[in-house]
């Protein structure tokens, strides 16, 4: 029985601000990390061209994306032309969560990770800007960590991956300031729910308005491009 390689991870990578700092954590650790993109029909595509751009500035050993159509589904802003992203702040779990996203992201990491004999599955997801989302909470990731231990082959023989949240606490100013620390170039992030093919965002989104005060939160410059 092989013994997962610690110092082997798996970083969900979306081409967003938290999951590029998440990766540059992991290489700061001084970890070999295989970036997982998943295409899974989402509306702002420039975000798969960001994460491209990311692994490779951040030092990825390999970036991996993964076609998974969650259209036919539908349900979201993020995957229904016909749901108009909200450009106002609102209540409740707003129209952008994605059902059952992170739950099939992370099980494509749980994947990956055991094919690749990795130790640890890293995922951007924060608890306090979290924009309303379920599958963003520490009680998701733990109990994802106990499906790891009981859902493959390397979890029933006591080798599952450690599922490692690293910005499950920090607010969007700790996680620019920490991320500026470690050299991420913040400009080629994508973080807008409706980026154009260029990757500008709309400035008038959750994730632009929580992205921005972010920045202004930290004292620093904000580099994101808007349309």
């Given amino acids: ?3 997962p390689d610690a110092q082997t991870a798996v970083v969900l990578l979306s081409g967003g601000l938290d999951s590029a700092t998440a990766l540059a954590m992991a290489r700061a650790e001084g970890l070999r990390c295989h970036a997982l993109s998943i295409d899974y029909g989402q509306r702002h595509r420039a975000e798969l061209d960001a994460a491209r751009a990311v692994a490779y500035q951040l030092g990825a050993a390999a970036h991996t994306i993964v076609p998974l159509d969650l259209r036919p589904i539908g349900g979201s802003a993020l995957t229904d032309a016909g749901i108009a992203v909200p450009e106002t702040p609102t209540d409740g779990i707003p129209v952008t969560y994605v059902p059952a996203r992170n739950t099939l992201l992370l099980a494509l990491a749980l994947g990956l ?5 990795a130790g640890r599955i890293v995922v951007g997801v924060n608890a306090l800007d979290y924009s309303g989302y379920p599958d963003c909470r520490p009680a998701f990731i733990d109990a994802f960590q106990q499906l790891a231990r009981v859902a493959t082959k390397a979890g029933v023989e006591g080798r599952a991956p450690s599922i490692d949240a690293p910005l499950i606490d920090l607010s969007k100013a700790e996680i620019i300031r920490r991320g500026t620390d470690l050299g991420v170039d913040y400009s ?3 973080s807008c729910y409706q980026a154009d093919d260029r990757g500008r965002g709309c400035g008038r989104c959750d994730s632009c308005r929580l992205r921005a005060e972010g920045f202004r939160a930290a004292g620093l410059p904000d580099p994101t491009r808007y349309v």
């Fill in 1 to 3: 029985m092989s013994t």
């Fill in 113 to 117: 990770a055991e094919v690749a004999d």
């Fill in 188 to 190: 080629l992030t994508v």
